[in-house]
């Protein structure tokens, strides 16, 4: 197993099939794809391609990889109906989440503007591959490309192996016994408690919970977890949400929409994306299992 700290969080790299130097080696060259994605997609480096974008007065023709995130991000948009929204940046900084996540780093005594910020504009231009943003826009594509680079780093290895950065992992294969790869759904309410395993094969688990990046501001309670609708952490009847799907990407922003959106819209969300299953866990303690989901039963 090889692991190093990338994006804020731990990434794990897992290829049973591998010899200690073979791990090391494939280990080294994921961590240089996220070194590379950080310094073109960061929100919080300045020297990064999208602060370039962030700081831009007019149009802008981005790297074919920025572009093409984008288009993604409104295709994800359009899917959940705007409960994801890239353009959220800005709100995020005025409630103190400007820099890269440490516990107690972010706390303060009172958010930089009175009202919350509401949600930016950008222009796509297909034909041109120009992008032009309103200047009160700060676009914010963190957990997506996180989700994104998972994707990107499995196809650097073995048939059977995975890569896990900070809960968006990526599973390739049917696991080391033929049996499929277990991962245990961990209690919102106590770290120490497994809900439930589920069982998968040959695809992506992501989990949004609004105890995982917290910070105070003044005598509030603030997470990372923010509804578009009012530019503020989101009020919802669940504590977390885990989804399955083809690619990390995907089950990363339809974990983060189907928290903001609650247990009922966020159901609806995942009927309309057939291919992804979840584990829902309300904020009383109920367990809800949506979808295409293999669950071990003792």
Request: glycine share 10%.
């Amino acid at each position: 197993m090889g692991t190093f700290r990338a994006m804020g969080t731990e990434v794990t790299v897992v290829a049973p099939a591998l010899d200690l130097p073979g791990e090391a080696s494939v280990t080294q060259e994921i961590a240089t794809l996220f070194e590379a994605q950080e310094r073109r997609f960061s929100r919080f480096r300045e020297d990064s391609e999208l602060s370039a974008l962030n700081r831009a007065t007019g149009p802008v023709h981005p790297s074919d990889e920025l572009f093409d995130a984008l288009v993604r991000a409104s295709v994800y948009s359009s899917l959940t109906r705007g409960a994801f929204d890239c353009t959220l940046g800005a709100a995020l900084v005025d409630a103190g989440y400007d820099r890269s996540f440490e516990r107690g780093r972010l706390d303060r005594a009172a958010r930089a503007s009175a009202a919350p910020r509401p949600r930016g504009s950008l222009r796509l231009d297909p034909r041109r591959r120009e992008v032009e943003r309103t200047p009160a826009t700060t676009l914010d594509l963190g957990g997506m490309i996180k989700g994104h680079t998972a994707d990107l780093a499995a196809t650097l290895l073995p048939p059977c192996a995975a890569v896990d950065a900070g809960g968006d992992a990526v599973l390739r294969g049917a696991g080391p016994d033929g049996e499929g790869w277990l991962v245990e759904v961990e209690d919102p309410f106590d770290a120490e408690r497994t809900i439930l395993t589920l069982r998968i094969r040959d695809a992506a688990v992501a989990t949004s919970a609004a105890n995982r990046r917290t910070w105070r501001v003044g005598d509030r309670a603030m997470h990372h977890l923010f509804d578009p609708r009012t530019g503020e952490p989101a009020r919802s009847d669940l504590a977390q949400v885990t989804v399955v799907a083809r690619t990390a990407e995907l089950a990363e922003v339809l974990a983060k929409a189907v928290f903001v959106l609650g247990a009922r819209e966020g159901a609806g969300l995942l009927g309309r994306s057939a291919a992804a299953g979840a584990v829902l866990v309300t904020r009383d303690g109920a367990v809800i299992e949506l979808g295409a989901l293999e669950v071990v039963r003792d």
